[in-house]
C-alpha cells in the first residue's frame, strides 16, 4: 500500500494488549478533538471526537483523554488486534464559522500477533 | 466506504501545468473540505465550502482554487504546478459547516514531474 510518512514516530504492541497513543496540541481555543485512523492506502477515517469541555470520552474499545493545563491528547484502543494497525492522528478544531481543522504529526501503530 | 468519490484517483502531470481534482459528498452532506497530504508537510487542512460558500481557509496557496457547485460536488483547481504539489489531495464531507464528524474520500494522487 501506500505510504503515508516515511518518518513517524511508530508504536509496537502485542495483539490483546492495551494501546496509548499520545498527541500535544497547540491552540487553547480550540473547539474539538478529534481522533483518525488511516489505513495504507485510504483516507483518514474518524474515531472518536472529544469537546473541550470535557476531559474524557469512551467508545466502542477507545477511549479519549483530554488535559487541557498541558494541552496534552491521549487515545487508548482496549484489547488491541491486529486490524488496529494503521496510522493515528490527532486533530484539533477551530470554529471560525466554518471548521478549520489542524492535523498532528500522526503516530504508525504495529500490531504484532 | 465512507460514501465520498474523488476523481482521477492517480494523476501524473508536468511543472506549470493545471489540473481540477474532482470531489462528491456523501448524500445530503453540505459541507466538503479539501486536504493536502505530502510527506514533509502531514495533513494540511486547505479550505471548505458549505452549501455553495467558501466557510473556513487554512494554508491554501493563491495559485489554488476551489468552488463547489449547486449539485454539491466540488472541484479544486491547481495552477502554475510545481514538484512540492505533488501530494495526496483528499476531499472530506460533513452533514453541517460545523459538523466535527468528517467523511474522507479515497484521496487523489498527484504526481508532478
Given amino acids: 500500500g501506500e505510504s503515508v510518512g516515511l518518518h513517524l514516530p511508530t508504536l509496537s504492541v502485542q495483539e490483546g494488549d492495551n494501546s496509548i497513543i499520545n498527541c500535544a496540541y497547540s491552540n487553547s481555543a480550540s473547539d474539538y478533538f478529534i481522533w483518525y485512523k488511516q489505513e495504507s492506502g485510504k483516507g483518514p477515517q474518524f474515531i472518536i471526537d472529544i469537546r473541550s469541555n470535557m476531559d474524557k470520552r469512551q467508545g466502542q474499545r477507545v477511549t479519549v483523554l483530554l488535559n487541557k493545563t498541558v494541552k496534552h491528547l491521549s487515545l487508548q484502543i482496549a484489547a488491541t488486534q491486529p486490524g488496529d494497525s494503521a496510522v493515528y492522528f490527532c486533530a484539533e478544531t477551530l470554529n471560525t464559522g466554518g471548521f478549520k481543522t489542524i492535523f498532528g504529526a500522526g503516530t504508525r501503530l504495529f500490531v504484532k500477533a | ?113
Avoid: M
Avoid at chain 2, 462528491?24 to 465550502?49: A, H, K, N
Avoid at chain 2, 502554475?80 to 464531507?93: N, P, W
Fill in chain 2, 1 to 113: 466506504d465512507s460514501g465520498v468519490t474523488q476523481t482521477p484517483k492517480h494523476l501524473i502531470t508536468a511543472t506549470g501545468q493545471r489540473v481540477t481534482l474532482r470531489c462528491s459528498p456523501r448524500s445530503g452532506d453540505l459541507s466538503v473540505y479539501w486536504y493536502q497530504q505530502s510527506l514533509d508537510q502531514g495533513l494540511q487542512f486547505l479550505i471548505q465550502y458549505y452549501n455553495g460558500e467558501e466557510r473556513a481557509k487554512g494554508n491554501i496557496l493563491e495559485r489554488f482554487s476551489a468552488q463547489q457547485f449547486p449539485d454539491l460536488h466540488s472541484e479544486l483547481n491547481l495552477s502554475s504546478l510545481e514538484l512540492g504539489d505533488s501530494a495526496l489531495y483528499f476531499c472530506a464531507s460533513s452533514v453541517s459547516r460545523g459538523s466535527v464528524t468528517q467523511y474522507f474520500g479515497p484521496g487523489t494522487r498527484l504526481t508532478v514531474l
